[in-house]
């Protein structure tokens, strides 16, 4: 019996870190000037980690299955959210998943503020979105329509915890 548990955990261990050395960390502003442009040359399972500053674009995950997160992810520091910033600059909405994104599109730490657009100023969640999103700063954004924090429609389902609203 001690033979097959040895063995289990060995194929286990052999079996993660295979899974693990796949991914990759794509940094922000480091390796990517934008959050978008590091979004663009994804994989699943990749994670782009963005540096504390203000990050003046409009983001779309485009159906990727990857984490985009501040500093938070790997320090647990609350701090960051207030201190990474995205900015909408009025043009569109902030964050928009609208391409079937589920929970493994995952958004985290981040303060989104200045998003204008009629449905969802701050996150739009169209049609058959489900992503995960944690520790957020929704605030300062505009919806014509409806939504101006974030707008839900269709059968979409977010997992939502947020840090403020």
């Keep these: 019996m001690f033979r097959f548990g040895f063995v289990f955990t060995v194929l286990f261990l ?9 991914a990759h960390i794509l940094n922000v502003p480091d390796d990517f000037e934008t959050i978008q442009g590091a979004i663009n040359e994804f994989e699943d399972g990749d994670t782009v980690l963005v540096q504390p500053g203000e990050y003046v ?3 779309v995950f485009g159906g990727n299955a990857i984490t985009v997160a501040s500093l938070i992810l790997t320090t647990g520091d609350r701090a960051y959210i207030d201190s990474t910033i995205i900015d ?4 569109d909405c902030v964050v928009s998943f609208e391409d079937e994104e589920d929970s493994t599109s995952v958004l985290r730490g981040f303060t989104l503020k200045n998003g204008r657009q009629s449905y969802g100023g701050g996150i739009d969640c169209q049609t058959d979105t489900s992503p995960t ?3 957020l700063i929704v605030e ?3 919806a014509e329509a409806y939504g101006g924090g ?3 429609t269709h059968s979409s389902s977010p997992y939502i915890s947020m840090g403020y609203c």
């Design 14 to 22: 052999n079996f993660t870190i295979s899974v693990n050395l796949s």
């Design 57 to 59: 674009e409009n983001i």
């Design 88 to 91: 909408g600059d009025g043009r």
């Design 133 to 135: 999103l944690i520790d």
């Design 140 to 142: 300062d954004n505009i």
């Design 150 to 152: 974030i707008y839900i």
